[in-house]
């Protein structure tokens, strides 16, 4: 078997059985139980062959995920509480926890014979290729080709979807408060009428996409459309469809840029390289892609979007049509290179991140979680000196514990788009501008939030914990007192702590202030008769850092300064990013539906916590 292709897409498998059950308390919501994968192969929108997900190779992030309707991330239901790979099948049980309408409606349908079913999005990893004639087990079952056969894959979201594959899925839901309104006949008339548009519907398999299909059928359902309107609908959705099906050769390739050529390195990573060539950031390309693929990328001469358009459809073996609009269109329906204009965009975005300056990098103490629960910070227990060995050799023992100091990283992200105007017109400058906005925003975003986290902290602050230092104008004097009051902060064992101030934060209009305390190489006193020293002994004692945010543009005051710690020693404030990752993740894909062009998603798994007390003092004036 060849080897397995990588690829980071997504996939949303065919509906399977759902149930939703009262709580035992009244008070509680709703829960559900699902097979939400059968180990079977699935006939999916997108893959030209069935597909197989084995069980084996899927990641389970974590077992509370959220639960949407029709795979909106705006259409929120609730959560998984626990998620299990057993008899080869996918099984998850969970509640109805959001407070949202869809949740209500999807609660209230349900209790009123509606057949909710279920149905996974998991982003695909690895996959191979089965050719025809060929067998692969999986899931304890064996298989034909030709089909995928997807070797890694994460679990992403389940969401509650309106129409299945199958017409006799179960779904049932129990009443908290009574039995349901409508009667066994009214359920059945309701299966009649979905049956009968949905047979309608059948004319446009394999011209649309199946999830859209299922949406029309619906849709025509509620309104009470007839047959003949359906099927105008229907139509007018196929000729849009045609548009990005145009020359697509589909016979015995995954969507993926592969078959008709080769090319040395990864495929994707070159044509990503060439996109960065030809909107001009080849030294942004080089700091991300190997010498290899970057010689493959020039060698493909991208002087614009339709050069590396040609250049896709060559590599995959597909005819080039005679106009550039129908070229951008055919290139576009393989996956790998929506890929790679995501990978191009991450390197270019990437770099326009880390080009701001972000201060709360400079004070903040990097934590990283592995997951989006609540972890917390570890201190040792029992002795915070190490005591005199014994004679006989036996050393003290020491343990640790969980600090009620905790952190906890949350996503953040926004979409954008580039439309297929800009593509035909060879338009990377708009590639340029939106990487630019979105590195941009995603730095913006993270600074903001952690100097407002630190402003809101007032409980943080107090004089008891001698981290608020009241009528401390900014002067030599009062750094002086800052200064003393964190060498003197004390452990829980009432130990010197030890840390060392490092940074001198003010707002904006206290630079010149700070720079004159900290640089000024003597002080000298006005009284005539007054004998002193001329070094000034708080020369570079920190260093200065000025953030704007801190100003009273954003609420703060112009007179309040901090002093930060060693963060090392003592970390007065927390920056947690999820698995490590401190940069903004770009994923793209093709934009929706009724939509031409092409989607990009940043987004970025940080947190912002209030960590040790000492590791900060607030002066105000």
Not at 175 to 195: F, R
Not at 269 to 290: C, D, P, Q, V, Y
Not at 322 to 327: G, L, M
Request: with cysteine; charged share 20%; net charge negative.
């Amino acid at each position: 078997m060849p080897k397995p292709t990588k690829l980071n897409m997504e996939l949303f498998s065919l509906p399977t059985e759902l149930t939703i059950t009262a709580a035992g308390d009244a008070k509680r919501p709703p829960r559900f139980n699902m097979v939400a994968y059968t180990g079977g192969a699935m006939v999916i929108a997108g893959w030209p062959h069935p597909v197989v997900v084995v069980l084996e190779g899927l990641e389970i992030p974590t077992q509370k995920i959220p639960v949407r309707l029709q795979h909106d991330p705006n259409q929120g239901i609730g959560h998984t509480t626990k998620i299990t790979a057993r008899e080869n099948q996918l099984f998850a049980e969970g509640s109805v926890s959001r407070d949202t309408e869809f949740a209500r409606d999807v609660v209230s349908s349900g209790k009123n014979g509606f057949p909710w079913q279920a149905s996974i999005n998991a982003v695909v990893v690895e996959y191979d290729f089965v050719q025809e004639g060929q067998k692969v087990k999986a899931n304890g079952q064996t298989f034909d080709g030709p089909l995928y056969h997807v070797t890694k894959s994460r679990l992403k979201e389940i969401s509650v979807v309106d129409i299945g594959a199958d017409d006799d899925a179960a779904f049932q839901i129990a009443a908290q408060k009574k039995e349901n309104d409508i009667s066994t006949s009214g359920v059945k008339k309701m299966h009649t009428e979905l049956k009968e548009l949905r047979t309608c519907a059948d004319e446009f398999n394999g011209l649309l996409d199946k999830q859209q299909i299922d949406k029309e059928v619906l849709e025509a359902a509620e309104a009470e459309q007839d047959i003949p309107t359906l099927r105008a609908n229907l139509f007018k959705k196929m000729q849009l469809a045609q548009v990005r099906r145009q020359h697509v050769n589909t016979v015995g390739n995954a969507p993926a840029i592969h078959g008709g050529g080769s090319l040395p390195g990864e495929p994707r990573n070159i044509f990503a390289a060439a996109f960065l060539i030809a909107a001009g950031k080849h030294s942004t390309a080089e700091k991300s892609f190997s010498a290899e693929e970057m010689q493959a990328a020039s060698d493909l001469r991208p002087h614009g979007v339709a050069d590396i358009c040609r250049s896709a459809l060559q590599l995959a073996g597909m005819s080039i049509p005679s106009t550039i609009s129908k070229t951008i269109d055919a290139a576009f329906s393989t996956a790998d290179l929506h890929n790679s204009l995501g990978i191009a965009n991450e390197a270019y975005i990437r770099e326009a991140f880390l080009s701001i300056l972000m201060t709360c990098r400079i004070v903040g103490a990097k934590q990283i979680a592995d997951n989006f629960k609540e972890h917390a910070l570890i201190e040792v227990c029992g002795v915070s000196t190490y005591p005199l060995v014994a004679p006989s050799g036996e050393l003290h023992h020491t343990t640790f514990q969980d600090s009620k100091i905790t952190y906890a990283p949350k996503t953040r992200g926004a979409i954008f788009a580039i439309s297929r105007q800009d593509l035909i017109n060879d338009n990377l400058g708009v590639f340029d501008q939106i990487s630019k906005i979105i590195g941009f925003n995603a730095s913006r975003t993270e600074n903001t939030i952690f100097w407002t986290v630190l402003k809101a902290a007032t409980g943080f602050f107090t004089e008891a914990r001698k981290n608020l230092i009241p009528s401390a104008s900014l002067s030599p004097i009062t750094l002086e007192v800052a200064i003393n009051a964190a060498r003197n902060m004390k452990d829980a064992d009432n130990n010197p702590v030890g840390t060392t101030p490092k940074y001198l934060t003010v707002p904006p209009t206290l630079e010149m202030t700070a720079r004159q305390i900290v640089n000024s190489i003597e002080i000298r006193n006005t009284e005539a008769d007054t004998k002193y020293g001329t070094g000034n002994p708080l020369n570079k004692i920190v260093e200065i850092v000025v953030e704007p945010l801190l100003g009273t543009l954003f609420g703060g005051l112009d007179t309040s300064w901090y002093l930060f710690n060693d963060k090392q020693v003592t970390p007065g404030m927390l920056l947690s990013y999820l698995n490590g990752i401190d940069t903004p993740t770009v994923e793209s894909a093709p934009a929706d539906f009724d939509t031409l062009g092409v989607q990009l998603r940043a987004y970025l798994d940080f947190g912002v916590d209030t960590g040790d007390f000492r590791g900060v003092i607030k002066c105000t004036a």
